[in-house]
């Protein structure tokens, strides 16, 4: 919105000129978003607390502690990452791209069936929320309808290509099976970010992490310079997505306020559904998908350890981990939580740092 109001009076107001640069506004959507947080934090936490007498509602089957640790705490807490997260954005970004609205809307529906499930579950008091196909389905149609509305926006050479890290030359190009293959990386990511949302803090710092990643991914891939020093594809526009991402930042940093151990506030399939494909749709539009599966290998480990119980279970009768997913195995091997958070931390940053290498090494 700022950059559509100020931006043409720039010749009048020479200083404006800061308006047309992607850093400028980048900042600035973090600050913004981190400001909206801090405001709004403290009423919504109040607000939920007001609304759900009893909390979130605690899975039986999970670790004993958390029916004492985590009993009571609201839930939902994703509103105020996605009120920010919104605001931010619509504020700083240029609102002309397409990709823009591509990443913003897969988020925003995301996080309304994440809290159409929060709803049921706090309302029926009961953990289990959505029917679990009909949520699929629903992730699955809002991503199929982005990857068309993102293919109409990317280069002609580059619709339905898949490119591969670490190879400057190597394409792929998949055709039409690109429509699945970016459904899968969306919904994909946006189901195993929910799986690792199971400890105070430990989903949103690693999701910061990330999108902290992609916005310089996104900047470097809209600037044809920096595209061509780095031997990565240049996706004309993506670059915007840099102001997408640092609002993304400043939404989770803000929203980490509150969710720091003792947790105030449960960001819920409200947040977590909606940050896993915010991160999706980013990658699918730069054409990083698989930096994605490297940069977020703390959310690929959550998810495959989920995979690897079950699938053992079903044909041994045996489970493989104490506990899925990962961290409520260590839980059970009794680790502290804090102890698991910042490690499962310190390896979203040294994945992130191996995804910023795909970069530089090619």
């Known amino acids: 919105m700022l950059f559509h109001i100020l931006v043409p009076l720039a010749d009048q107001f020479g200083a404006l000129n800061v308006f047309r640069y992607l850093t400028f506004r980048t900042g600035g959507a973090v600050i913004t978003a981190l400001v909206i947080s801090f405001l709004f934090g403290p009423v919504l936490i109040e607000m939920l607390k ?160 990330a999108a902290a990643v992609f916005a310089v991914i996104a900047y470097l891939s809209g600037h044809s310079v920096f595209a061509n020093y780095l031997q990565i594809h240049h996706i004309k526009g993506a670059g915007e997505l840099a102001v997408f991402c640092g609002a993304l930042v400043g939404a989770a940093l803000g929203f980490l306020w509150f969710n720091a151990p003792p947790a105030k506030v449960f960001m819920g399939d409200t947040g977590s559904l909606a940050l896993g494909g915010a991160l999706g749709a980013v990658s699918v539009i730069t054409k990083h998908e698989l930096v994605l599966a490297i940069v977020g290998g703390l959310f690929v480990l959550e998810t495959v350890s989920v995979v690897v119980q079950v699938v053992s279970f079903k044909l041994t009768g045996k489970r493989v981990f104490a506990m899925a997913p990962l961290h409520h195995h260590f839980e059970k091997k009794g680790w502290a939580e804090s102890t698991i958070v910042i490690r499962f931390w310190i390896i979203a940053m040294i994945l992130a740092l191996a995804g910023l290498s795909t970069l530089k090494l090619r």
Do not use: C, Y
């Open 50 to 209: 007001s609304r759900q007498k009893g909390g979130q509602p605690i899975r039986a089957d999970g670790p004993e502690s958390h029916l004492l640790t985590k009993q009571g705490t609201p839930t939902m807490g994703g509103v105020l990452i996605l009120l920010a997260l919104g605001l931010a954005t619509i504020l700083w970004a240029d609102l002309s791209n397409g990709f823009v609205w591509a990443a913003l809307g897969v988020t925003m529906a995301f996080g309304t069936i994440g809290f159409l499930d929060d709803f049921m579950k706090v309302s029926k008091r009961d953990s289990r929320g959505l029917p679990g196909k009909l949520k699929l389905l629903l992730q699955v149609i809002i991503a199929a309808v982005a990857t068309f509305w993102i293919m109409r926006h990317l280069p002609a050479d580059m619709v339905t290509t898949l490119t591969i890290p670490f190879f400057k030359n190597l394409i792929l190009n998949l055709g039409w099976m690109f429509v699945v293959f970016a459904v899968f990386v969306m919904v994909g990511a946006s189901n195993a970010v929910n799986l690792t949302d199971g400890l105070d803090g430990l989903a949103i710092v690693p999701v910061m992490i």
